[in-house]
């Protein structure tokens, strides 16, 4: 069992920057794809950005290329989110997931970890 915890969420203006994290613990002794989705009331999940198990293959939605770029930490066990100029569109609750050597994948059903949300509010 791998659980995640997301932080670093919180309300910011249009065109500020935050940085999310997904601090993992459980068992982390294998590597990991990972992942970031979004999803407002009413929506579904979307994705975001996801990295594949060897960190060698990065994808990201549309939307959030060249604004977005996801990382990760492994000594720490902690996937990172940088997202910078942010717009009142990207108001969402941002889910972290996490897939044991996993390619990366785009869809959400890939994944089989997942953390409990932390919301981002950018106002315009």
């Known amino acids: 069992q791998v659980q995640l915890v997301e932080s670093g969420g919180g309300l910011v203006q249009a065109g500020d920057s935050l940085r999310l994290s997904c601090a993992a613990s459980g068992r982390t002794d294998s590597a990991y794809a990972m992942a970031w989705f979004r999803q407002v009331p009413g929506k579904e999940r979307e994705f975001v950005a996801a990295?594949?198990?060897?960190?060698?293959?990065?994808r990201y939605a549309d939307s959030v290329q060249g604004r977005f770029t996801i990382s990760r930490n492994s000594g720490i066990n902690t996937a990172l989110l940088q997202m910078n100029n942010l717009k009142p569109e990207d108001t969402a609750v941002y889910f972290c997931a996490a897939d044991r050597l996993g390619p990366g994948s785009t869809d959400a059903v890939g994944y089989e970890y997942w953390g409990q949300g932390t919301q981002v509010t950018v106002s315009s």
């Open positions: 990295m594949n198990w060897g960190g060698g293959s990065r």
